[in-house]
């Protein structure tokens, strides 16, 4: 192949004098000014926009409906259909969490329980918020499916303290989850 | 001496009133324009919230007014920030900085003729606070004054990048203060005034400099001597326009505070109100420039098209309260021109700095000087016989044709020695 010089295009007068620039930049940002008053910035509709530009206003209006299947919101405990915690208190949860965001204190679930024979439960749960960094591992590592990631992302607080969430709250965040995991029932 | 007190409380007043109530609150009022209009030209939506919170007194809404009040929470909460002066800078010249930013901003605002002349009670007053003969000297003059406040910011805040940023606005603003004052010479040459409340009556009555479709009240094309000079009255505007940009340390040529390279540029070590006081001064010397750009070239407080004898008639019984509708049209216009100050800002990058230096040395002030003699021809022609007029325009070309050429060569690199 033979070598091929390609010669460096040389900017015309027009180009040179940079005003026609100037003045193609004010047409652009005069466009985009009119565009998003009138509600008409692209992509304003896909984003729900709130008439002004693209931004959609937080506290009147929530992307609620827009968030995707795998969004990765707080993580919270969830109990089985028949009421019972589904976390064993296993601790993988806690090893694997990158910040150290969980701490567990696990405790024997006494024999006369009707589920004495899962053996443990969890006395504490906690996860410190401003740790969490929502990877979302805890839930992956979970084997029974005990721990996932909901879609609340409003998590505030007034002091460090409000931002550990304790077992109930992590239960009240999660609600019931059926299915998955059958091995503890006794119909199977 | 009645009479002299008299005159000293209606100059007070003025200050008062035309500092303190009309170009001060600009100020605000430009910095909210600025984040609502940048926020706009960006599809975002900007401060809208901060207004009167009526819900904690118990009312069921509050009251927002798009925002309006944001200027003022930025402010409140300067003044309760730490004011905080480190232990190495130069404490006097540190202290003196800031208001020497300010300051002259706002004495040039007793030059700027707001309106009018409003009567009452049988006595006539003219809206400027100080009716002087010499108005844009005495402007170039002070506000010139404002890069001392820059520089010695920047070498009292013993830091680095508060150095380079004051020294970079001491060679900047000196450069373009050359290119402001030759540039509006064909503009004074135009009106043979220095009286800017003349200047505006002037354009009140024969049109405005860059829209002089109008003369003494009936609409109608200009005559062939003022037509001809649109054109270096344009080229005045221009290179006017542009140096005030310079000047007001504005975005394309904002290179003092440049954040990309100076983190905070001469500002860097300053905090509190200290720091807000440099805020405000560039948005002052913004608001006085596109004063002076409108009462030079975009007729003051004229509303021009003929209609001012008529808003300047009238009156409730003895007060003509004409003057301040004016003041009104001025206020709007200046808003105008700070909106396309802000349009600029958003839409043309940051010059380097060699080529801000070269815009300024090398075309604006050759520019502004063939500008001047362009000006000269045409407003002389009518005393000129033909041929004079043509040897001066040959000249006037060959002039511009050799200094083109002295800029082209001036600028060739020297060939590389291996190609």
């Known amino acids: 192949m033979a070598v091929i010089k390609v010669q460096r295009p040389k900017l015309n007068f027009g180009e040179k004098i940079y005003f026609g620039a100037l003045i193609k930049g004010f047409c652009l940002t005069m466009k985009h000014a009119i565009k998003s008053l009138l509600h008409k910035s692209a992509g304003a509709d896909s984003l729900a926009s709130s008439g002004l530009g693209v931004t959609m206003q937080f506290p009147e209006q929530r992307w609620d409906d827009h968030l995707p299947e795998y969004y990765r919101g707080a993580p919270a405990l969830v109990t089985d259909e028949q009421g019972r915690e589904r976390c064993v208190s296993c601790q993988l949860c806690e090893f694997i969490c990158p910040p150290k965001a969980i701490r567990i204190v696990p405790s024997e679930i006494p024999s006369d329980d009707p589920w004495a024979k899962v053996e443990k439960r969890p006395k504490e749960f906690d996860i410190d918020m401003i740790r969490c960094i929502y990877c979302g591992m805890c839930e992956e590592v979970c084997p029974e499916q005990a721990i996932f990631l909901r879609k609340d992302y409003l998590i505030t607080g007034l002091k460090r303290a409000d931002m550990v969430h304790d077992k109930k709250k992590l239960y009240e965040i999660g609600g019931v989850r059926t299915g998955l995991v059958n091995k503890w029932n006794e119909l199977k | ?419």
């Open chain 2, 1 to 419: 001496m009645p009479d002299l007190l008299f005159q000293l409380a209606i100059i007070v007043v003025k200050i008062v009133v035309l500092t303190f109530c009309v170009v001060l609150p600009l100020v605000p009022i430009s910095v909210y324009f600025e984040r609502r209009f940048c926020a706009v030209i960006q599809d975002r939506v900007g401060p809208n919230r901060t207004g009167i919170p009526l819900t904690l007194l118990g009312f069921k809404k509050d009251f927002h007014f798009f925002g309006l009040i944001q200027p003022m929470a930025d402010g409140v909460k300067l003044f309760l920030k730490e004011d905080f002066t480190p232990n190495y800078v130069r404490k006097a010249f540190y202290w003196l900085a800031p208001a020497l930013t300010v300051a002259p901003a706002l004495i040039t605002v007793c030059v700027v003729p707001f309106g009018s002349p409003i009567t009452l009670f049988g006595h006539t007053e003219k809206l400027v606070i100080a009716d002087l003969d010499v108005g844009p000297l005495f402007v170039f003059a002070v506000s010139s004054l404002t890069v001392y406040g820059i520089t010695l910011a920047g070498w009292s805040s013993n830091s680095k990048y508060p150095f380079i940023g004051g020294v970079r606005s001491t060679a900047q603003m000196i450069s373009y203060e050359i290119a402001l004052g030759l540039s509006i010479i064909p503009v004074l040459m135009y009106f043979g005034e220095l009286n800017l409340g003349r200047i505006v009556q002037h354009q009140a009555d024969h049109g405005w400099l860059l829209l002089p479709l109008w003369q003494n009240g009936t609409l109608g094309l200009p005559d062939v001597q003022t037509a001809l000079f649109w054109i270096p009255a344009f080229i005045a505007f221009l290179i006017f326009t542009i140096s005030i940009f310079a000047e007001t340390n504005r975005m394309p040529f904002d290179l003092p505070e440049c954040e990309t390279e100076l983190v905070g540029g001469y500002h860097t070590e300053y905090s509190s109100m200290k720091f807000a006081l440099f805020f405000m001064g560039e948005y002052a010397a913004m608001v006085i420039g596109s004063a002076l750009i409108v009462t030079l070239f975009l007729g003051g407080w004229s509303l021009g098209f003929g209609l001012d004898p008529l808003i300047a008639k009238l009156h409730i019984g003895g007060f003509h309260f004409g003057g301040l509708i004016h003041l009104g049209i001025f206020v709007a216009k200046l808003l105008a021109f700070i909106l396309f100050f802000i349009l600029v800002r958003w839409t043309v990058p940051r010059f380097r700095y060699d080529q801000l230096m070269k815009l300024g040395w090398v075309i604006f002030f050759e520019a502004a000087l063939i500008n001047v003699f362009l000006a000269a021809l045409i407003i002389a022609a009518p005393e000129l016989t033909a041929a004079i007029i043509g040897i001066g325009a040959v000249l006037l070309i060959a002039v511009t044709a050799a200094i083109i050429w002295v800029a082209k060569v001036s600028e060739e690199h020297p060939k590389p020695l291996r190609v």
